[in-house]
């Protein structure tokens, strides 16, 4: 495993973080059951990931608590989250205190390393700022939490509005923000405010389900040849990303996936979500490996920098 320092909080992470929410949700979305995550989350320390983000919203809190039981608390990272916003409606800092103080007690530890505030939508951030901010730094005071961080809510977000104005601000420690090889605009959006300010990232979707199967991403280019916004002939490709897989390059389209968005100056961790023993072993390799070549990233950048929220929703079988 490679370790970085997760921007100011000066926390030494793992490159790769486990992500215990997405599609698969340590696999228990996906026919797993407590037994199986617990063994994922225990693959994954012993391959040397330190890093484990979960969420009040995944319902795997209680899993992540039991998988870190017997373990020195120092040893590992607890990043979790709270919702903040339902149908449009700003929580209150009581309710978001509750979360925070239910999150303690599901994962069973005195204190969270990275608390974060779930999905922030633009138009939510003063609330947030504003009404939920001061009453979570009384709560930090107290050693409930140690950094403050907060993610965007990507598919409804797809200029990183939210962010660009939460990253100066100086009250966030970590962001969790999504990029991928089809949704390329953080990097100038985003990665040199993290950089400039020292905010850590963790990075989301880097798959999703997108990268997940080929066909996948076939469908995405006959809807995006429809609109007009890629040529007519990634559409009628039977397998439009092959082209990066070659000897020196990938070897399979989630390989290019993780290896893509890895080396990005501004990337710290790059969550990877899977409920398989045998994806989490090929995505700590591929996480592991160097860049893309220079050449394919150029294409990759040439073809799809225009993009915007392409990959980012799930499709309507994984709703
Ligand atoms: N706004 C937010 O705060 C927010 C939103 C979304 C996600 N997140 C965080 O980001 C994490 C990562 O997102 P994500 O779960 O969408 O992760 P991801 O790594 O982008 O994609 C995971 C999907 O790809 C599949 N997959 C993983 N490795 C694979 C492989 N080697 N080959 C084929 N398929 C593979 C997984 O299914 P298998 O189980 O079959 O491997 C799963 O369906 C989440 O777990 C969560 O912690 C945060």
């Known amino acids: 495993m490679h370790y970085t320092t997760l921007g100011r909080t000066g926390l030494s992470v793992s490159v790769a973080g486990l992500g215990c929410g997405g599609f698969s949700r340590l696999g228990l979305s996906t026919g797993g059951n407590e037994a199986s995550a617990i063994g994922i989350i225990h693959a994954a320390l012993d391959q040397g990931v330190n890093i484990l983000d979960t969420a009040s919203a995944y319902g795997t809190e209680a899993i992540v608590g039991k998988a870190i039981k017997?373990?020195?608390?120092?040893?590992?990272?607890?990043?979790?989250?709270?919702?903040?916003?339902?149908?449009?409606?700003?929580?209150?800092?009581?309710?978001?205190?509750?979360?925070?103080?239910?999150?303690?007690?599901?994962?069973?530890?005195?204190?969270?390393?990275?608390?974060?505030?779930?999905a922030v939508p633009p138009s939510g951030y003063d609330h947030v700022r504003d009404a939920v901010v001061p009453a979570l730094l009384k709560e930090k005071e107290k050693g409930k939490f140690r950094f403050l961080g907060i993610t965007e809510t990507s598919p409804n977000d797809l200029e990183h509005q939210m962010l660009l104005r939460a990253i100066p601000?100086?009250?966030?420690?970590?962001?969790?923000?999504?990029?991928?090889?089809?949704?390329?605009?953080?990097?100038?959006?985003?990665?040199?405010?993290?950089?400039?300010?020292?905010?850590?990232?963790?990075?989301?979707?880097?798959?999703?389900?997108?990268?997940?199967?080929?066909?996948?991403?076939?469908?995405?280019?006959?809807?995006?040849?429809?609109?007009?916004?890629?040529?007519?002939?990634?559409?009628?490709?039977?397998?439009?990303?092959?082209?990066?897989?070659?000897?020196?390059?990938?070897?399979?389209?989630?390989?290019?996936?993780y290896r893509y968005v890895r080396h990005e100056p501004g990337v710290d961790v790059v969550l990877f979500g899977t409920g398989d023993r045998e994806h989490l072993r090929a995505n700590i390799e591929s996480i592991l490996r160097p860049p893309l070549p220079e050449a394919d990233r150029e294409r990759l950048r040439q073809m799809f920098s225009h993009l915007r929220g392409v990959g980012l929703v799930a499709p309507p079988r994984a709703r």
């Open 169 to 257: 601000d100086g009250l966030w420690d970590v962001a969790m923000v999504a990029f991928h090889l089809m949704s390329q605009n953080t990097r100038e959006a985003v990665f040199p405010a993290v950089l400039k300010h020292r905010v850590g990232t963790l990075l989301m979707f880097a798959v999703r389900s997108i990268f997940a199967r080929k066909e996948r991403v076939v469908e995405a280019m006959r809807e995006l040849a429809a609109e007009g916004k890629v040529p007519q002939s990634l559409a009628d490709d039977p397998d439009p990303l092959g082209f990066l897989i070659h000897p020196g390059g990938a070897s399979s389209l989630t390989d290019a996936a």
């Open 70 to 118: 017997r373990m020195p608390r120092e040893q590992v990272v607890i990043a979790t989250k709270s919702s903040v916003f339902r149908g449009g409606e700003g929580w209150p800092a009581e309710r978001v205190v509750a979360s925070l103080d239910n999150s303690l007690r599901e994962l069973g530890i005195d204190c969270i390393d990275v608390f974060q505030l779930h």
